[in-house]
């Protein structure tokens, strides 16, 4: 089953979960637990930690982290696991199909709030996170509480830093254009 967030990021193969970690986490559960889908392919877009990365980059994750700036900064701590891998990934075939594409494996973070400070975005790609998605950590969550197996596909839309937003939509319409081509040649 394809997921994706909605609110503009909408794709006529995904069911909609809604933005952010809260709102993904209790409709996906509510998908979950109403259609006991085999797997879940979330597609969306992702800002990029990583200055040198590609506008429009294809990539692939089974593995998030919810990490927010005040931990870098040493503000705060958390005693909850801060970072999830897929209890077990798509299908081997799906994979490889995915791997034949050329997308870039990734960990993505995720958090309620976009970053937009270049050096709070530089220290998370020093941990070698290096895109930011709303929802993932989310996803994965949700996936492993029923032992579905999950992988997100994401499409760079922008920069993580000060000019985050105004790229984001300067590149939406496109991003979503890539990301439903990636789709179509996955053929799931």
Do not use: W
């Amino acid at each position: 089953m394809f997921v994706c967030a909605g609110n503009g990021e909408e794709f006529e193969f995904a069911v909609s979960i809604g933005v952010g970690l809260i709102e993904s986490a209790i409709n996906l559960a509510r998908v979950c637990e109403r259609e006991r889908p085999d797997c879940l392919i979330f597609v969306g877009s992702a800002g990029s930690y990583d200055g040198d990365m590609e506008l429009l980059e294809l990539c692939v994750s089974s593995e998030a982290t919810q990490i927010e700036s005040s931990l870098l900064l040493h503000d705060s701590y958390t005693p909850i696991e801060n970072r999830i891998c897929a209890l077990s990934d798509v299908s081997h075939e799906t994979i490889q199909r995915i791997k034949a594409l050329g997308l870039r494996e990734v960990v993505v973070n995720s958090s309620n709030y976009i970053t937009t400070d270049i050096h709070h975005a530089q220290r998370i790609q020093e941990k070698g996170i290096l895109l930011e998605n709303m929802e993932f950590f989310s996803v994965l969550s949700v996936a492993n509480a029923f032992e579905i197996p999950a992988i997100g596909v994401f499409c760079v839309s922008n920069y993580c830093g000060s000019e985050a937003h105004q790229e984001f939509l300067k590149n939406c319409k496109e991003v979503m254009g890539r990301l439903r081509g990636v789709i179509e040649k996955l053929e799931v």
